[in-house]
Nanobody, 123 residues
């Protein structure tokens, strides 16, 4: 199986910055994509940013120009640098990885989730 461990959340004032990290470990064959989702109280989980194996990225409109997703392939780690944070960015942020495992080889990709890290932005 695959485990994702997130870190870097916390409390920050509006306009501040945080950097989230997510390290994947376990029986990884190949990571096809990694991404960050968030879920605010009373709202559905939404995609924040994603990066695929070729390096292409995708962002939610609400974070474009403020957030940057990056990946260290050798470390199986994805990062989310968040600048100019707003109170509406307050949420639990979850890491997701679309991964094939040693057991299944390249023919099956499954999605794995981290436990979430809380980001609180005060006004």
């Amino acid at each position: 199986q695959v485990q994702l461990v997130e870190s870097g959340g916390g409390l920050v004032q509006a306009g501040g910055s945080l950097k989230l990290s997510c390290a994947a470990s376990g029986s990884i064959f190949n990571i096809n994509a990694m991404g960050w989702y968030r879920q605010a109280p009373g709202k559905q989980r939404e995609l924040v940013a994603a990066i695929i194996s070729g390096g292409n990225t995708n962002y939610a409109d609400s974070v474009k120009g403020r957030f940057t997703i990056s990946r260290d392939v050798a470390k199986n780690t994805v990062y989310l640098k968040m600048n100019s944070l707003k109170p509406e960015d307050t949420a639990v942020y979850y890491c997701n990885a679309a991964t094939s495992t040693v057991a299944t080889g390249p023919w099956l990709t499954s999605h794995y989730w981290g436990q979430g890290t809380r980001v609180t932005v005060s006004s």
